[in-house]
């Protein structure tokens, strides 16, 4: 389903089937992970959300990152949990949300225009978006360990220093690798959610 504006294609995608896919040209109150604003001029991003079976992958939400990034070219790293990276900039992001048996993953690409300090691909977003398609149905069909070893490889985060922040609490140390269920391990402490900051 392709549409112009819309507050996001998360709120569109909700209402859909699992094998739906929303597309649009722009969205008003675009956002990401922790309620973070994700805006950007009409055209100029690929938004798009795939509604998809909520246990179809434990590690849906890496899968996803796994098949941007796969989409996207050769070039593109994974900043744990969830931002697509190019020449170390932020590219794009992944947000994906659970509701009864669906999970909702939203996807957006800076492809024309990128706020200042982040990446964009300059693609054209019909090819991209069908690259997507590809890639979210392999990747998010692929066992959890093949999804992990190539989340590894595209990992920007693993072998660095980070700061992890939480609600109160913040940690840094080296990011040494990630669990069986996405978790990501710094100095031996496992860690499900939280801001990553690459230091």
Do not use: Y
């Not at 434990?58 to 790293?77: F, I, M, T």
């Not at 009864?100 to 090819?127: F, M």
């Amino acid at each position: 389903m392709r549409v112009g504006v819309v507050t996001s294609t998360q709120d569109i995608a909700r209402q859909l089937p699992v094998g739906s896919i929303v597309v649009a040209d722009h969205q008003s109150a675009g956002r990401g992970r922790l309620d973070r604003r994700w805006e950007g001029p009409p055209g100029t991003a690929l938004l798009v959300s795939f509604v998809l079976a909520r246990n179809l992958n434990p590690v849906l939400s890496l899968a996803a990152g796994v098949a941007a990034a796969e989409a996207c070219g050769a070039d593109v790293r994974l900043k744990w949990p969830n931002d697509l990276l190019l020449g170390g900039r932020k590219l794009g992001g992944i947000l994906v949300e659970t509701h009864g048996e669906k999970a909702i993953c939203g996807v957006g690409i800076n492809l024309s225009w990128a706020p200042e300090g982040a990446a964009l691909l300059d693609q054209p977003r019909d090819q991209v978006l069908e690259r997507l398609r590809v890639e979210i149905e392999r990747w998010t069909a692929a066992p959890a360990d093949a999804v992990l070893r190539r989340w590894r490889e595209l990992s920007a985060t693993l072998g660095r220093r980070v700061r992890v922040e939480l609600t109160g609490h913040v940690v840094e140390g080296i990011a040494q690798d990630i669990g069986p269920r996405g978790e990501l391990i710094v100095d031996g402490e496992a860690f499900v959610a939280g801001s990553v900051t690459h230091l």
